[in-house]
């Protein structure tokens, strides 16, 4: 561990307002005291780069954040040798898996023999129901892999033990935004419910009819149930995008939807946790939030109105107890998740408490254990991705490309220029030029695909 007179530091970067999420609470989670980091920041430039609005949604802070691409926050990782200032002991990589795999290679060609440099800290922000061997072997060759659970630990060591790759990495732990703040105990709702959520999601499903069901069947319930409020519960504002795109964002469905929202239903944004903290009944496709609503108690129904199916990632909760359709809550449903499935993902107590009386368990020892002995033993090796230019020739060189590296992990020629260069004015007009891309990456793909694919049925 670093010298005791001095925090942790940590170094998170993020693609999205999720990972940023999932990325800084998990470096805090890391820490023998949550108090004792040093926390900087680093957002991946790109097409989810959260706005200000997102990141203060979030709630998350940190001592410093900056905006960089890959070859930056590389030239960030090496500028402690040459600015004679702490290196950072840990560096959470809260990214898609392709962006991962650049940073690791990245990081191999810093540090091509053993040295002492930060330790590599990946995971998933939630559920895992797509991509697993595609997305965990992107992220093989950090020196922690954070398993959110029992369930996911045992899959992520098959994958890797399956390629014949190294797994000892996978750690379980748990989702850092379960566990309750301060150790303070949820109430758990009662036979009725006054308040139900409806969580979307910017993806699942994908089709205009299918959101649209969606969003007429919760107007319907608040119809049915006029003592209940039904909260729409979005994640991003149009224009602005999340850890996945959404085409069809709710807020345009709603205004087109035949006799608008009742009065007892309506469009909420903030903090999930906070809306969860007067939440009756938490209803969801398959977000993440549901796993959020179930540690905290709250009855959770997981949609079957568009079937069960891989592509809507609900099959992840088959055993849950939590299946249920829109019909079935006009009903009166109120469903009881299965303690069995609950432990199995790390959900509930105990499996997702703080730490806290002797005896308590904490999802987090594992890996702080197992990160006090890497900054405890000296020199670390290089790192050591599974794809390499002999096991992967036809895809690797690819994704380092689309971060401007070369197939041997360094930065191409001009990669690697810092932000801060040129005059004020050139910083500022680079500015300008990339939020105007990104509105228009973001006009094209929420105006004029849904135009064109509407064209490609006639």
Same mark, same amino acid.
């Given at each position: ?26 470096? $805090?989670?890391?820490?023998? #005291? ?12 790109? $097409? ?48 898609? +898996? ?85 150790? %303070?105990?949820? #109430? ?57 795109? #959404? ?8 205004? %087109? ?15 999930? !946790? ?73 959900? !509930? ?74 005059? $004020? ?13 990104? +509105? ?6 929420? $105006? ?11």
């Amino acid at each position: 561990m670093p010298a005791s007179n001095r925090a942790l530091r940590v170094a998170v970067l993020a693609d999205s307002d999720t990972r940023w999420k999932w990325g800084a609470l998990t470096a $805090r989670r890391l820490a023998p #005291e949550p108090d004792a980091v040093h926390l900087t920041g680093y957002l991946l430039r790109g $097409r989810a780069t959260p706005t200000a609005r997102q990141l203060g949604e979030v709630g998350v802070t940190a001592d410093r954040l900056t905006e960089v691409t890959c070859a930056q926050f590389l030239a960030e990782l090496r500028a402690p040798e040459r600015e004679s200032r702490d290196p950072y002991d840990v560096v959470v990589l809260a990214l898609v +898996g392709g962006a991962v795999q650049a940073v690791l290679h990245g990081a191999r060609a810093l540090w091509p023999e053993p040295a002492a440099r930060p330790v590599f800290v990946t995971g998933y922000v939630g559920v895992v129901y797509e991509k697993l061997a595609d997305g965990l072997l992107l992220r093989h060759g950090a020196d922690l892999v954070l398993a959110n659970s029992r369930h996911d630990a045992g899959r992520f060591r098959a994958v890797y033990e399956g390629v014949g790759a190294e797994a000892g990495a996978v750690v379980e732990s748990a989702l850092p935004f379960l566990a309750p703040a301060d150790g %303070q105990s949820y #109430e758990v709702v009662g036979d009725t419910a006054h308040r139900v959520v409806f969580a979307v999601q910017p993806s699942v499903p994908d089709t205009r009819a299918d959101r649209a069901y969606l969003l007429r069947r919760a107007a319907e319930h608040a119809r049915r149930h006029p003592g209940r409020e039904v909260l729409i519960k979005l994640r991003s504002r149009p224009g602005e995008h999340t850890t996945h795109l #959404e085409e069809l964002p709710y807020q345009r469905l709603a205004e %087109q939807l035949p006799g608008g929202l009742p009065s007892n239903c309506r469009l909420v944004y903030g903090n999930m !946790g906070e809306v969860l903290d007067t939440t009756d009944l938490l209803v969801t496709v398959s977000s993440t939030a549901a796993l959020e609503s179930l540690h905290r108690g709250i009855p959770t129904a997981v949609l079957t109105d568009l079937g069960v199916r891989e592509t809507l990632g609900n099959h992840h909760f088959l055993g849950s107890g939590c299946m249920a359709s829109w019909t079935q809550l006009d009903a009166g449903l109120l469903p009881k998740a299965d303690p069995d499935w609950l432990a199995a993902q790390g959900v !509930g107590s105990p499996s997702g408490a703080l730490p806290g009386p002797a005896g308590a368990h904490d999802p987090y020892a594992a890996a702080r254990a197992r990160l006090t002995e890497l900054l405890g033993g000296g020199p670390l090796p290089p790192v050591a991705p599974y794809y390499t230019q002999d096991s992967a020739p036809g895809y690797l060189p690819g994704i380092l490309a689309r971060h401007h590296l070369g197939p041997d992990g360094h930065p191409l020629p001009g990669a690697a220029r810092t932000a801060a260069g040129g005059s $004020r004015l050139r910083r500022r007009l680079r500015a300008h030029l990339r939020e105007a891309a990104r +509105g228009a990456y973001r006009h094209g793909v929420q $105006r004029v695909a849904p135009v064109i694919r509407r064209l490609g049925e006639l």
